[in-house]
């Protein structure tokens, strides 16, 4: 059986890899390091398709190592030893590149067994991950390796990538193709800035069309129904899924409607209803708060519905409730208030709380003043009267600021003229 087309492709030379300019261009530090021949241990990090085993490879026979692949999904202690056993002899007369795929699989105790051969210099490590290295990877490696990261490669760098393999097949089948306009760039905008992945909708074009006048016809339509979720990079316990999830929201906090419909619906295309209604909750109450108090049950209700009927007709409550949030008034003054005054229990800052609060108790022999002198807010004018509610240690503490938005400021002014102090005084005691 044949080796997929994206391997039969793979570039063997570092002109010849698509996109990673940043890392790769000429005078950019890893191109540097890589023609000095002197290796560090690296880490790759970046998505899949992006020319992270490819790097490996063209590394290993430009500083003439041998090259070792291992996968952290189904290698493990008994592979690397295998693969040290190899120093010192004729395969591997200038020491083993070992190229750790998928190091994020790898245990603690399984990326503890590299650091002697790390530290004696008998092996060098390239390691790749999809997952941010600095949650997945051993401090130990880190601190011993040099982190890059590679991004996704633009739709123009992917299309003479595309362009070669159509080439490519037709050499090697002895055919000629058709090709509709459009369906290069088709491709390469359609896969989510993974080479492989649009190298291999090429072959599945050539591949599932039919012959046509002694020419293969491939058209837009084909290329579309073979790329049509293509474009979708999500997985649930992945850095996608909080990327994802952080775009969301912070587009609903910027009143973005477009953006956040736009990440709502990769949400919802990837089958996520259940954060897509968590995070929507949540930036109701943390974003939008007193500003529009209201929003909080209508969003509430927009998700209960949304759950109840669930997808697709979810994407309609979802939606209304996504453009509300991003076109209503914002406020976070109660989230802040909130995390003030946990921050000073968390360092403290507390106290017991006044007599006057308290729960009925008997007093002892020892309080020379007796009795709780709680005043009941209800009989007195406007349901207020001054007293002290902070423990005496926060006396005078302000947790909440009004916002600047028009129901804050209106319960500001209302509360200024019964407390008959000054806008900007906030002595109440």
């Known amino acids: 059986m044949s080796a997929p087309l994206a391997d039969r492709l793979r570039p063997q030379k570092l002109d010849d890899?698509?996109?990673?300019?940043?890392?790769?261009?000429?005078?950019?530090?890893?191109?540097?390091i890589?023609?000095?021949?002197?290796?560090?241990n690296l880490v790759f990090y970046g998505p899949s398709g992006v020319g992270k085993t490819t790097l490996a490879g063209i590394i290993a026979k430009t500083t003439d190592r041998h090259l070792v692949k291992l996968n952290g999904t189904t290698a493990g202690t008994a592979e690397i030893k295998e693969a040290v056993a190899r120093l010192d002899t004729l395969l591997a007369p200038n020491g083993i590149l070992l190229y750790l795929d998928e190091i994020q699989y790898f245990?603690?105790?399984?990326?503890?067994?590299?650091?002697?051969?790390?530290e004696n210099g008998s092996i060098t490590l390239i390691a790749s991950t999809t997952e941010n290295p600095f949650f997945y990877i051993y401090n130990a490696i880190l601190s011993r390796s040099t982190v890059f990261e590679f991004k996704p490669v633009t739709p123009d760098d992917i299309v003479p990538a595309v362009e070669r393999a159509f080439r490519f097949m037709s050499e090697e089948r002895g055919e000629s193709y058709d090709i509709d306009d459009g369906v290069i760039r088709h491709i390469s905008f359609a896969c989510g800035g993974d080479v492989r992945k649009a190298i291999?909708?090429?072959?599945?074009?050539v591949l599932s069309s039919p012959l046509c006048g002694g020419a293969r016809k491939i058209t837009l339509s084909a290329a579309r129904e073979l790329t049509q979720k293509s474009s979708m990079k999500y997985d649930r316990d992945g850095d996608e899924h909080y990327d994802i999830l952080s775009a969301f929201q912070k587009s609903m906090r910027g009143s973005d409607a477009d953006a956040a419909i736009?990440?709502?619906?990769?949400?919802?295309?990837?089958?996520?209803?259940?954060?897509?209604?968590?995070?929507?909750?949540?930036?109701a109450c943390e974003d939008v708060g007193l500003a529009y108090p209201s929003i909080i049950p209508i969003v509430k209700a927009a998700v209960d519905t949304a759950l109840m009927v669930g997808l697709p007709e979810a994407r309609i409550p979802l939606a209304d409730a996504v453009v509300l949030v991003c076109t209503s008034p914002k406020s976070n003054s109660a989230y802040l208030a909130v995390d003030r005054a946990l921050s000073d229990l968390r360092n403290g800052k507390s106290g017991p709380?006044?007599?006057?609060?308290?729960?009925?108790?008997?007093?002892?022999?020892?309080n020379p003043k007796k009795g709780q002198f709680y005043v009941y807010p209800h009989d007195c004018e406007n349901s207020w009267t001054r007293q002290q509610y902070l423990p005496d240690a926060l006396q005078n503490t302000v947790y909440y600021e009004y916002g600047s938005n028009k129901n804050e400021q209106a319960a500001k002014a209302y509360w200024d003229?019964?407390?008959?102090?000054?806008?900007?005084?906030?002595?109440l005691f």
């Open 17 to 32: 890899i698509v996109g990673q300019r940043h890392l790769l261009g000429e005078g950019k530090a890893l191109r540097n």
């Open 34 to 40: 890589i023609m000095s021949g002197e290796l560090p």
């Open 262 to 283: 736009h990440y709502l619906a990769r949400l919802l295309e990837a089958g996520d209803l259940p954060s897509a209604c968590r995070r929507l909750m949540v930036c």
């Open 107 to 118: 245990n603690k105790k399984q990326q503890q067994s590299l650091l002697e051969h790390i």
């Open 417 to 427: 003229k019964i407390k008959n102090i000054r806008q900007n005084n906030k002595e």
């Open 353 to 366: 709380i006044p007599r006057a609060l308290q729960n009925v108790h008997c007093d002892g022999e020892d």
């Open 200 to 205: 291999n909708a090429a072959e599945l074009c």
